[in-house]
């Protein structure tokens, strides 16, 4: 694999994609504005980048599952999904072309404005939920749910963006087995943390943690370091909201630790239903959870495992300071 050149203003992709502006950098690349020479519309063009931390010699395995689960992704078409519309493979580093969708991420609405209201991200669930619906239908995951990947488009509409490399179970094992667990660390779902593989269940408690973000302003673990940040959501209960109101009971049923006692995508989409119709009245509860239960021992077992995986995982931020 060459050395990769930077990508520029005006330059011309695969003939055809011709890079207008920056839109944005996250920790697997950066997106350009370009426009199709084939028929003068805008798309948005990502270059993808390798993580940070990751070994040079495991560059071709993870842009050749990179290449493999983007063209997967492009099959999928859903109002609240991004489309993808074609993968570039190239020497440097492949790109990824998506719709352009005129918008905000859900962080920068939240970074201007403040929390959302209650009403306001239920709205905001549903169309997440709708999206990763149709994601599970596809038999894909997303697996790095967080604030900076929801995108709230200029006729409000909510839109899930910026898949993870690896969106189908054999491509997240394939890379799990080479040490590369690639998430976000305060939307890591604690399963991931632990064994490096993902569910639905894993996206579905991203999805909490991202709606608990919107109305609390602040994501449910918030801790001075990463790793004190990963060792809480393996052993420690939430933080409980102060603002989220009737969203209380949904934020609870999908921030357990244990995947087989969260809240379905049909129970949680029932709920936030529920709180559209009568947002004056009391919600269905659930208990907030708590912290799981382990003995000292079992704690430092743990401890001990986070900590070796540490070594291992790649977790990736939006932007230094990022939510």
């Known amino acids: 694999m060459t050395s990769e050149a930077p990508a520029r203003t005006g330059q011309l992709v695969a003939d055809r994609y011709r890079l207008v502006e920056p839109l944005g950098a996250g920790g697997l690349g950066r997106v350009w504005l370009a426009r199709d020479r084939a028929d003068g519309r805008l798309v948005a063009i990502k270059k993808c980048a390798l993580p940070e931390g990751l070994a040079p010699d495991a560059a071709d395995l993870f842009f050749g599952w990179t290449v493999r689960e983007a063209r997967f992704l492009s099959r999928l078409g859903h109002p609240n ?7 570039l493979a190239d020497d440097e580093a492949p790109w990824i072309v998506m719709e352009y969708v005129p918008s905000r991420s859900l962080q920068d609405v939240i970074d201007e404005s403040g929390p959302l209201p209650p009403t306001r991200v239920a709205e905001i669930g549903l169309a997440m939920l709708d999206g990763l619906l149709a994601v599970r239908r596809a038999g894909l995951l997303h697996l790095d749910i967080k604030p900076s990947n929801v995108l709230i488009t200029d006729d409000g509409r909510a839109m899930l963006t910026d898949f ?3 969106v189908t179970v054999e491509g997240l094992r394939a890379l799990a087995a080479a040490g590369i667990v690639l998430g976000s660390p305060k939307y890591l779902a604690p399963e991931r943390l632990i064994d490096g593989e993902g569910t639905p269940e894993s996206d579905l408690w991203s999805l909490g943690a991202t709606l608990y973000y919107a109305v609390e302003g602040r994501p449910p673990f918030a801790r001075a370091t990463i790793d004190d940040t990963l060792l809480a959501i393996a052993g420690e209960r939430p933080d409980p909201p102060s603002q989220a109101g009737p969203l209380t009971g949904v934020l609870a049923g999908l921030l357990r630790h244990d995947p087989d006692d969260r809240l379905t995508a049909v129970e949680a ?3 936030l239903s529920a709180i559209l119709r009568r947002p004056a009245e009391k919600a269905a509860t659930h208990p907030w959870p708590a912290a799981p239960s382990r003995s000292r021992v079992e704690f430092a077992v743990l401890t001990a495992l986070v900590t070796a995986l540490l ?5 990736l931020s939006h932007r230094p300071g990022g939510a």
């Open 311 to 315: 070594a291992v995982v790649t977790v």
């Open 164 to 166: 993870g490399p690896g």
């Open 269 to 271: 989409g029932s709920a």
């Open 81 to 87: 999904v991004v489309r993808t519309l074609d993968v």
